[in-house]
């Protein structure tokens, strides 16, 4: 399968939903059927009106039509999320996962995409503050999912390919998850491994695991495997498509500053330019963080090591280089400001693009927030992923939230 652009942006309600198959015949209910519709409309809320009356109004159950109650009772945790009705929706996906259990194994792809479901719908409410509780039941289940995938791909090996690439690409995109970094890389590659020999080297979904390894890598500074695999992702983006990808923008980024790191300067700006002659997806494109790197934690005395944030201003040329980076102000030590400056100076942007032509940024400006220091094995940037609903990323030393352009 070549790479298309319909393909490349699939969320995971989408792909799950895939999961749990309809088989309802002649025996669908009015209430199911309004369902879809509104649903398809988009009209969450009266989809979760028709989505409890077809669990309330049907005959099925665990032991009569078990997988159409299954699907029932999917499609009534994904209303309750969809509305943001979180408690709800923790009980029925927490439903859906002993039913999935019940019927096809702790293994099986089902169960897996409903405990994804309830991992994202976790980290969905990160934003608002999780509880305690909630912390420790995502840290445990994001375990377990990692963990327990030899033994998936054991049981179920026609679909090994699969959850491989779910658990990567949902669970493995941030680089905080509860195992170890090489625990972590071993699942990616075996994902790489997987997804080639199951739809091929040009398939998105090798391709995106493929740029997860190759980010991976990167944090991890073995520049050699990172060249390696995003090399194979830009070529593989520049190649099938007509625009510029931000996996393919982020790619060169990466390879730019993986050669720069070499000593290579000649292959760095080959990367850098790509970069700067980029086609856009549309005539009108915001600018894109490509590679941000972490500010130090400053080198202060134990009493100093406390919250602070810094707000920085910048603005960026036409080739997405941050320039006239400023303080705007500091909550904390001096020391902190001078940090998320000195790393924000070095950030890269796919330029913004008004009418098909690249244009200057000006006014764009970044919370920095430190919290209080302590040991982290997370990696020290922060790249684009084009599936986030935010340029959110949190940490153990900082957290950079983005505000919009005043121009």
């Known amino acids: 399968m070549k790479v298309t652009p319909s393909r490349l942006a699939v969320s995971l309600a989408l792909i799950t939903a895939g999961f749990f198959p309809q088989t309802y015949g002649s025996a669908i209910s009015d209430s199911y059927q309004q369902y879809q519709l509104a649903s398809s409309q988009g009209n969450d809320q009266q989809a979760l009106s028709y989505a409890k009356a077809a669990v309330e109004e049907s005959n099925f159950s665990s032991s009569n039509e078990p997988e159409n109650w299954l699907k029932l009772n999917y499609n009534l945790a994904l209303a309750y999320a969809k509305t943001g009705n979180y408690e709800q929706a923790t009980e029925q996906f927490e439903r859906v996962i002993a039913l999935s259990e019940d019927l096809h194994g702790n293994y099986h792809i089902q169960t897996y995409a409903a405990k994804l479901e309830l991992v994202r719908l976790y980290e969905g409410q990160l934003i608002n503050g999780m509880s305690k509780r909630d912390k420790l039941a995502h840290q445990r289940l994001v375990q377990r999912l990692l963990l327990n995938l030899d033994e998936a791909e054991k049981a179920h090996p026609e679909d090994a390919a699969q959850l491989y690439y779910l658990v990567s690409t949902q669970v493995l995109q941030n ?9 972590a890389q071993k699942i990616v590659e075996r994902g790489v491994e997987l ?13 995106e695991q493929q740029f997860l390894l190759g980010k991976r890598l990167f944090i991890t500074r073995d520049y050699n495997d990172a060249i390696a695999q995003l090399n194979m992702v ?60 972490r500010p130090a934690y400053p080198n202060i005395d134990q009493r100093m090591r406390e919250p602070a944030s810094v707000q920085i201003k910048f603005d960026l040329s ?52 430190f919290a209080e ?15 986030s609903q935010s340029r959110h990323l949190d940490s153990a030393a900082y957290r950079v939230v983005d505000n919009k352009s005043t121009k």
Do not use: C
Not at 175 to 183: E, F, I, K, L
Not at 329 to 349: C, M, P, T
């Open 175 to 183: 680089y905080t998850a509860p195992v170890s970094t090489s625990q």
């Open 195 to 207: 997804a080639k020999a199951t739809w091929g080297d040009n398939d998105t979904r090798t391709l």
């Open 234 to 293: 830009a070529h593989a983006l520049d190649t099938h498509l007509n625009y510029s990808h931000p996996w393919s923008l982020q790619a060169h980024a990466l390879l730019s500053e993986a050669y720069m790191r070499k000593g290579n300067v000649e292959l760095a700006n080959y990367h850098n330019q790509q970069i700067s002659d980029m086609t856009p997806s549309q005539q009108d494109l915001a600018p894109i963080p490509l590679l941000r790197e």
């Open 318 to 369: 036409d080739e997405g280089q941050v320039v006239n980076a400023r303080v705007l102000g500091i909550d904390g030590s001096h020391y902190f400001a001078e940090s998320a400056l000195n790393a924000v100076k070095q950030w890269r942007y796919a330029p913004k693009f008004e009418n098909g032509e690249a244009v200057a940024t000006s006014g764009l400006t970044v919370n920095v927030d």
């Open 373 to 387: 220091r302590r040991n982290s094995t997370i990696g020290h940037f922060d790249g684009y992923n084009p599936d």
